[in-house]
């Protein structure tokens, strides 16, 4: 019997005493805090590595580490010197750790937490999430296909991350039939402890961009960290390395601002929709024929062949902070929240903070017809990395805005035929970030939940300069949207009142339904 199975073997035991307080367990899983961010912590703004820093006092395969560390100081120490997440080993037979390290971190640091354990059983997430875990370790070589898939869904329904782990081809295959969307590749053998950073250079190459990648085991160096970051990997998992240093925190600032490379899949399962972070170039999928300006797209002309671009996912309109935490588990890449007042979905900047708090994904602002003055301060107090304007401003105010802060600048505009559109990218064009075109209403500047003509618009993204979003928006719901996303092939795509319970209130199967048919997983009408 070999290491790991000696752990399972453990750690049934331990589920079979759990069970008897699952009533309470579960009580306390559903009263827990809000859970934070860990896949959107990996995929940050700044194009770097990120690292998860671990605590750990001990493995069965290096002995002692660091027996006397106090995990919340630690923990401190990793997130002040960058980062972007903590581990934390809460075995206690072979790691010496233990639940009340991972509550004792939680409650210190503001980084999403992982409780890295060997997960085996639905009860054992209610533990997690009971102690404050943002996310868990999913083990595909101990878990059976239906369990795999039971532990990750139960995992998202209690607003927790999942890392699940993968040591072959043949499991990472498992992991993506499973829905994982963040990806841990142990270079180490769990039955052998021996470690080769090669193993994660061979199974990035199958792994679709949108899924965050995590190297584990065997890095020590910034060279490491170079090699697996030039191969596409998001993030790092570093532990003993760390843990060896007399300051495991010099150690940790020492590996910072490690550039990350692009990644495509190459081989294995079908590619799945990219999500790439908000400062990533959408022109990943750059047109076949360089845009002309003075070549505009043929009326009606059919939908281009060839693979589908993938979009982004803005879910719009948001007016309450659990609907932004609904929209970022459900995998939307922004939340929108309408801050000019006098509009059914208006906020004010503390909910609009409270909306991108708990999301934990970046924030798009929506103003219609303000100063530039009222739009730069309405920026800085929500910290958005979008501004998006839908009144009659004009190109000059939309370039001084773009040039006010570190914010980027959308412009909507009302669609009825292709020559609105081209008109608005002749205006604006030059001026904006990003286009929305939007339908189109006689009084009303946006949200009025009707299309814009889709089919005479085909091939307008080939309009668009390198770099600038082409947003879609206007009556998108999960029942249609498919189909606009393979005939217009947008940057990113935008609901609100398709993805509604209510005006205001979103409907969390409808968020989950749009996200997975926009990116080509089937969704729900």
Known sequence: MNILDRIVRTKRAEVRALRSARAEVARAARSAPPARNFRSALRGSSGDVAIIAEVKRRSPGAGSIREDLDPPDLAAEYAGSGASAISVLTDRTYFGGGLDDLRRVRARVRRPVLRKDFMIDPVQLDESRAAGADAVLLIVRILEDPLLGELLSGARELGMGALVEVHDAAELER????????VGINNRDLSTFRSSVAVTLELIRRIPPDVVVISESGLATREDLATVGAAGADAVLMGE???RSPRPGDAVAALTGVPRGSRAATAGPEPRPTTPPPSSSPAANPPATPPSPNRPPPPNRPPPTGPVPLPEVKICGITHPADGRVAAQAGATWVGTVLTPGFSRSVDIPTARAVAEAAGIPLVILLVDPTLDEAVEAARATGASVVQLHGREDPDTVARLRASGPWTVWKAAPVRDAADA???????????????????????????????PWRSLAGIRDRFAPGQRFVAAGGLNPGNVAEAVSILRPHVVDASSGVERRVGVKDPARVRGFVRAARGNGGES
């Open 175 to 182: 992991a993506l039939a499973a829905g994982a969307d963040v």
């Open 241 to 243: 390395a760390l843990l």
């Open 422 to 452: 081209l008109t608005a990218l002749d205006r604006y064009g030059a001026a904006a970030d990003g286009l929305l075109f939007d339908g189109w209403h006689e009084k009303l500047p946006g949200g009025t939940g009707t299309r814009f």
